[in-house]
Structure formats: C-alpha cells, structure tokens
C-alpha cells in the first residue's frame, strides 16, 4: 500500500507542477491579447476617423485667340487639381463640325489647340467646351482630391455622368469668329483677325 500511495503522491506532485505551469501560459497570451484588443481597438478608432476631404467647387474659364491661319488657339484657368485630364471641344454651330484635344491642368492653366481645318475657321459662331473626364481615368492624385467617383466636385459646371461613372464638370462658352463682329443679344466673345 506504500507503493500506492507513493505511486499517487508522485501523480499528484506531477498533476500540480504541470497545472501550475499551465497556468502561467495561460495567463501570458490572456495578456498579450488584452494587449492586442487594446491596439486592435486603438487602430478602428483611427479607421472610424476618415480624412474629411473640403468639396472643390469647380470653376473653369477661357479664352480663344485666332491665330494668323485663322485657326483656334484655346487657353484657361481652373481651379482644377494639377495633372488633371480634361477634353477641349471646338464646334461650329452652323455645320456641327468638331475638333477636340485632350490635354492636362498645370498650375491651375491648361493650353491647347489649334483647332479647325489647314484653311482655317470660316466666319460664324463656335462653341468651345471643356470636359473633365470621369474620376476613373484620373492620375491617384487628382481621384484623392475630387473623389473615387467625382463625390467630391460641386459647383454649376457638374454633373453627373452621361455612362453612370460619377461626377464630372462640363463648361461651355461661345465665341464668334471674324473680322466683323455680328449684332446678337447673346453673351458672346468676338475672336477677330489679327
């Protein structure tokens, strides 16, 4: 009976040693995971604090000047983001012949053309258009300022896209083209020969 008992005092020595062990492991990873819980907690707080980015209300201005080939120089402003993708469209009214350029925002300006045909612009009215194309063909650091889908813009000249891709800005002006500058009511700019 001796042996029994030694025989259980060794199990029980044994049982505690290794319960006592166990026990300190245990409470090592409860620790670092109150540990982990506490960053884990710290870091979706900071996630929950999104950057608030400022609406930009787009405004865009231009102007034409028709060079010695009677062909069409066009500049603007914008307050626009640099690098910027916009599209400039020239129109005649009369015909709806069109020309266009694809062109980039630099330093708040952008320059482009000439527009018409090697014989040059006929007399008459045109309709000169700038376009800022959807979000998604944005450089990354014009899509961080105006949105993922253009949700940042506002201001008159936007829109929302004709493909469903977001917002976009869209200004037109007129301007007429000639030596002569025709009577009209209408808010138009006279482009004359040089």
């Known amino acids: 009976m001796h042996k029994t ?3 259980i005092s060794i199990v029980l020595v044994s049982t505690l040693l290794l319960a006592g062990c166990g026990g300190q492991e245990e409470e ?5 995971s ?3 819980s506490e960053e884990t907690v710290s870091q979706e707080r900071m996630d929950d604090v999104e950057e608030v980015i400022e609406p930009l209300e787009v405004v865009i201005s231009t102007s034409a000047m028709l060079r010695p080939d009677r062909r069409l120089m066009i ?3 914008t307050n626009l983001p640099d690098g910027a993708r916009i599209q400039v469209i020239v129109e005649r009214e009369l015909s709806s012949v069109r020309w266009q350029s694809r062109t980039s925002v630099l330093s708040g300006q952008f320059s482009t053309g000439p527009f018409g045909s090697g014989s040059g612009l006929p007399d008459g ?3 000169v258009r700038v376009q800022l194309s959807e ?3 944005q450089p990354n650091a014009v899509q961080e300022r105006i949105g993922s889908q253009g949700e940042h813009l506002t201001g008159e000249l936007v829109t929302q896209s004709r493909h469903g891709l977001g917002q976009v800005a869209t200004y037109s002006r007129r301007f007429l083209v000639g030596s002569e500058p025709r009577r009209t ?3 138009v700019d006279v482009v004359e020969d040089n």
């Open 185 to 187: 009511r209408d808010q």
């Open 34 to 36: 109150e540990t982990v």
């Open 135 to 137: 979000a998604s063909v």
């Open 5 to 7: 008992v030694s025989g």
């Open 125 to 127: 009215g045109y309709i």
């Open 28 to 32: 090592q990873p409860v620790e670092q």
């Open 75 to 77: 500049e603007g402003e």
